[in-house]
T-cell receptor, first 113, second 113 residues
Framework: KAGVTQTPRYLIKTRGQQVTLSCSPISGHRSVSWYQQTPGQGLQFLFEYFSETQRNKGNFPGRFSGRQFSNSRSEMNVSTLELGDSALYLC????????????FGPGTRLTVL | QQQVKQSPQSLIVQKGGISIINCAYENTAFDYFPWYQQFPGKGPALLIAIRPDVSEKKEGRFTISFNKSAKQFSLHIMDSQPGDSATYFCAASSPGGSYIPTFGRGTSLIVHP
């Protein structure tokens, strides 16, 4: 069974640009959550999608948004990039909403210059 | 406000020794306490988890000890191996149909051969 895949794995952008990250969950998993991981703040929850609807949202500005498609694949968008957005963005999938057993992808390393 | 405090930040253990990582939480509504293992370039992987109705859970060389009254839980790695060298994160979440974990800051474990 294939794991969670994230594309691209590495990305370099400049301040003010916008970026879209993609996540394909494990087959059969319908919940997708996004996390930001930085050395300073650690792992922080961004949002969770289930059945194409955002179910939960963390404490991040509106520049961070996402969506989920009917095949459960999810995208995350960050607009007007800031230097502080440089981080590893992780996607995790689970069978259903609120399922504690999450499976993480390898992440997308975003560098903002 | 850091709701889950993890210590130590780094840990060096000799092969065959016991690695102990501690976490303390504040929110008494937390009812699920997982530990994740993360290797460089990879996303976190669920290692073992516990709920407050038990004081200990063991899976192979990994054991979680849970002290509800002290609001603390710890991960013990018995017979530590060089392959266990990774970053370990504790987390905690509360019930209610959503799973939004709060993560500790992580412990970098190095096991010397």
């Amino acid at each position: 069974k294939a794991g969670v895949t994230q594309t691209p794995r590495y990305l370099i952008k400049t301040r003010g640009q916008q970026v879209t990250l993609s996540c394909s969950p494990i087959s059969g998993h319908r919940s997708v959550s996004w996390y930001q991981q930085t050395p300073g703040q650690g792992l922080q929850f961004l949002f969770e999608y289930f059945s194409e609807t955002q179910r939960n949202k963390g404490n991040f500005p509106g520049r961070f948004s996402g969506r989920q498609f009917s095949n459960s694949r999810s995208e995350m968008n960050v607009s007007t990039l800031e230097l502080g957005d440089s981080a590893l963005y992780l996607c995790a999938s689970s069978f259903r909403q609120g399922n504690n057993e999450q499976f993480f992808g390898p992440g997308t390393r975003l560098t903002v210059l | 406000q850091q709701q889950v405090k993890q210590s130590p930040q780094s840990l060096i253990v000799q092969k065959g020794g016991i690695s102990i990582i501690n976490c303390a939480y504040e929110n008494t509504a937390f009812d699920y306490f997982p530990w994740y293992q993360q290797f460089p370039g990879k996303g976190p992987a669920l290692l073992i988890a516990i709920r407050p109705d038990v004081s200990e859970k063991k899976e192979g060389r990994f054991t979680i000890s849970f002290n509800k009254s002290a609001k603390q839980f710890s991960l013990h790695i018995m017979d530590s191996q060089p392959g266990d060298s990774a970053t370990y994160f504790c987390a905690a979440s509360s019930p209610g149909g959503s799973y939004i974990p709060t993560f500790g800051r992580g412990t970098s474990l190095i096991v010397h051969p």
